[in-house]
């Protein structure tokens, strides 16, 4: 499985973007991201990733794996966990609103608002985008399948 995160607004505070899942065909859209800002010295937990395709694995420790196995219960099977980022550890793909949600992670949402008028951006609806991307990513990682995903610079 591939996946890919277009990055289309780079702004001070935020970085906001799509993510698809690329198939045979063509992209299928998921789900709207955002993400902390672009750097050139990383400052930890204020920084986005840098562009590239990183492979995707579960994470089955730490707190958020013990808080979303208890929201989660019926489906949660690990974090999403972005790993071999160069210089950045525990990159995840989970819930949340604005910037100061993340700490270089990844969030997912199923509305999105400008982040060149909201400094901080925004994605809504996380949790509906989380409970509907989550299971075929997590199962496909289950089954043994490679999953990777992609950050491309727009902006």
Known sequence: MELIVLRFSSQADSTSGILFEKTDIK????????EDEARVLKVKG?????????EIKLRKEGGFHERYTK?????HRGMLHVTDVP??????????????HTAGCLLIGDSQENNT????????KSTNAYKRIYPPIAKQL??????????????
């Open 27 to 34: 992209l299928r859209f998921l789900c709207y991201t955002l």
């Open 46 to 54: 204020e920084t986005r990733v840098p562009e590239g395709t990183y």
């Open 71 to 75: 929201k989660y219960r019926s489906f």
């Open 87 to 100: 210089n950045f550890e525990y990159i995840l793909i989970h819930t949340g609103n604005t910037d100061e």
């Open 117 to 124: 008028i909201l400094k901080d951006g925004f994605v809504g």
């Open 142 to 155: 289950e089954l043994g399948n490679k999953v990777t995903i992609q950050y491309i610079d727009h902006a």
